[in-house]
């Protein structure tokens, strides 16, 4: 069964850093396209950046271009999000997510039928 599983949320303070990791269980995910969403508490679902099978093209939300950087190690099978200066805005829990297709993966708003999806990892930023 295919699985992603998130690590390395936390609690930082307005300003700080986090590097969210997103390790998958099957060998497809080198072909797949990856992304990070989050979900701050009461609003819904947000795309934050997305890369491609081969890491050459990424894509980032208005709101994080500048500040987080998505890439990947596909002989470790891990999507990265590394989050500078964060602020409490982005707040929330980071999904992380594959799919075969690039257009579903980086729709607006997000596609909920992407193929998988892992459980999440809790950000707190702290002002």
């Known amino acids: 069964q295919a699985q992603l599983m998130e690590s390395g949320g936390g609690e930082v303070q307005a300003g700080g850093s986090l590097r969210l990791s997103c390790a998958a269980s099957?060998?497809?995910?080198?072909?797949?396209?990856a992304a990070w969403f989050r979900q701050a508490p009461g609003k819904e679902r947000q795309f934050v950046a997305a890369?491609?099978?081969?890491?050459?093209?990424?894509s980032y939300a208005d709101s994080v271009q500048g500040r987080f950087t998505i890439f990947r190690n596909n002989k470790k099978r891990i999507v990265f999000l590394q989050m500078n200066n964060l602020q409490p805005e982005d707040t929330g829990v980071y999904y992380c997510?594959?799919?075969?297709?690039?257009?579903?993966?980086?729709?607006?708003?997000?596609?909920?039928?992407?193929?998988?999806w892992g459980q999440g990892t809790l950000v707190t930023v702290s002002s």
């Open positions: 997510a594959a799919d075969g297709n690039w257009g579903r993966i980086v729709a607006d708003p997000p596609y909920r039928g992407l193929e998988v």
């Open positions: 099957f060998q497809a995910f080198t072909d797949y396209p």
């Open positions: 890369v491609s099978w081969a890491g050459d093209s990424t």
